[in-house]
């Protein structure tokens, strides 16, 4: 920038004099190796932006790119590679980082940016149930969509899966009906469905005669 400025005496006599000043930034300090870990994750999940080499004492504040919005808290350098959150996210977002020197108030925003891709949800699949008559093995079924396949698993969150990767499961011999619940997974990216579905095998059980009377 150059400033200008001017004097005058009593008598009315003036002097011009101008001077130009540049201001720099540190390109260590402003080109900080920003990534993000994990960058691809599945929608509604959180990741964190690490900033390789932080600056003991710096306070680094993670924005969204598209509107420099602040995220969470700031995290104070410490001379090694620091992780700012990034809190649970919907679509694939880019992210700045400005920093604020505390001792004397300047801010400037780190030159790298960090994109971290978001995969879509499956939707929950759409069951088959299926049923027989008296104790033994039932086989149901659940159809995802395109490009998924299914687990299954007993309960309706948690637990171990009973079978990766097939749209049917045969269960162990059963007496009674039971609930089996599947879940959609794409098989590219990895994501679960929010919800599984429940799939009923159905056991009906024959009805004993009555003995009647004879007249």
């Known amino acids: 920038s150059v400033i200008s400025y001017s004097a005058a005496d009593g008598s009315g006599n003036t002097a011009n004099c101008s001077f130009t000043v540049t201001v720099s930034y540190n390109a260590t300090s402003i080109g900080k190796t920003v990534t993000a870990s994990p960058a691809t994750i599945c929608s509604g999940n959180s990741t964190n932006i690490n900033i390789a080499l932080s600056e003991s ?16 808290s700031p995290v104070t350098g410490n001379g090694a590679t620091i992780s700012l959150p990034t809190g649970a996210l919907t679509t694939t977002t880019t992210f700045n980082i400005l920093a604020t020197n ?63 990767g097939n749209t049917s499961y045969t269960t162990p011999s059963i007496s009674a009906t039971n609930i089996y619940y599947a879940q959609a997974r794409n098989t590219t990216t990895g994501c679960l469905a929010a919800t599984r579905t429940a799939v009923t095998a159905t056991i009906s059980n024959p009805v004993a005669p009555t003995a009647g009377n004879n007249s």
């Open 57 to 72: 004492g710096i306070s680094y504040q993670l924005r969204n790119n598209a509107n420099n919005a602040s995220i969470g």
């Open 102 to 164: 505390p001792g004397n108030g300047c801010s400037y925003q780190l030159t790298n940016t960090a994109t971290v891709t978001v995969n879509p949800l499956p939707a929950s699949p759409t069951a088959g149930n299926s049923g027989r008559c008296g104790t033994g093995a039932v086989t149901i079924t659940a159809t995802p969509g395109a490009g998924e396949t299914i687990d299954w698993y007993a309960a309706s969150t948690g637990g171990t899966a009973l079978l990766t």
